[in-house]
């Protein structure tokens, strides 16, 4: 998609309503509900975290979205691919210059060249006890990255045609923090498997986007 027709309507986004669990619920691994049960008071008390979904575009004027590959760790989430983003440190001012400051960090684009649409639905992550707040932002330049090394295996460039293509949703089986290999719903993007709480969120990023273009 040519980014000056989705610069036009984007904005209109921002008077939606949010789909929440309705939109995160088409995307969720299987074993969720229970684990949500399981972990509702601790949820109560979970530290946040900000998370950039952020649309800019390429040397051809064509819309992509900035993921990440992270680095592989004795980690929940180690070697998945998630948004730009990490918790909330003492310096940041709110949620949204938490998401914006991440993002800076782990793939060097500054804070100036993000526009924030929209913040979306926050999601309990059990496996690591995070609150999430994913927001939605562009850059109306074309972007050049730089990796946070002990942090980002790799940046992955996504058409936003590929997010709103249904055949690229899929179901596949993942190992988990558990221990356990799953089946569950995925994004297949640029060859790389998308699950859990960041296909989550791009769910509803997905629902919201087909309104609107």
Do not use: C
């Amino acid at each position: 998609m040519d980014f000056n027709t989705f610069l036009e309507s984007i904005v209109n986004i921002k008077h939606l309503p949010l789909l929440g669990e309705e939109a995160h619920a088409k995307l969720s691994p299987p074993y969720r509900l229970q684990l949500a049960e399981k972990y509702k008071e601790r949820r109560k008390t979970a530290p946040d975290a900000g998370v950039m979904a952020l649309f800019y575009p390429d040397n051809s004027n064509m819309t992509k979205l900035v993921l990440i590959l992270r680095k592989t760790y004795k980690g929940v989430h180690s070697a998945q691919v998630g948004f730009p983003g990490g918790k909330v440190e003492e310096l940041d001012i709110d949620l949204k210059h938490t998401a914006l400051r991440e993002t800076e960090e782990e793939i060097g684009v500054s804070m100036e060249q993000i526009t924030v649409i929209k913040p979306l639905s926050p999601l309990y992550i059990p496996p690591s006890n995070f609150m999430v707040h994913p927001f939605l932002g562009v850059s109306e330049s074309e972007l050049y990255f730089k990796m946070q090394e002990d942090e980002v295996e790799d940046i992955i460039e996504v058409p936003i045609a590929d997010i709103l293509n249904d055949n690229n949703i899929i179901q596949t089986k993942v190992p988990t923090s558990y221990n356990v290999e799953v089946e569950v719903p995925a994004f297949i993007l640029n060859e790389k498997i998308v699950w859990g709480a960041t296909a989550m969120m791009l769910s509803e990023i997905k629902v919201l986007l087909k309104q609107v273009l």
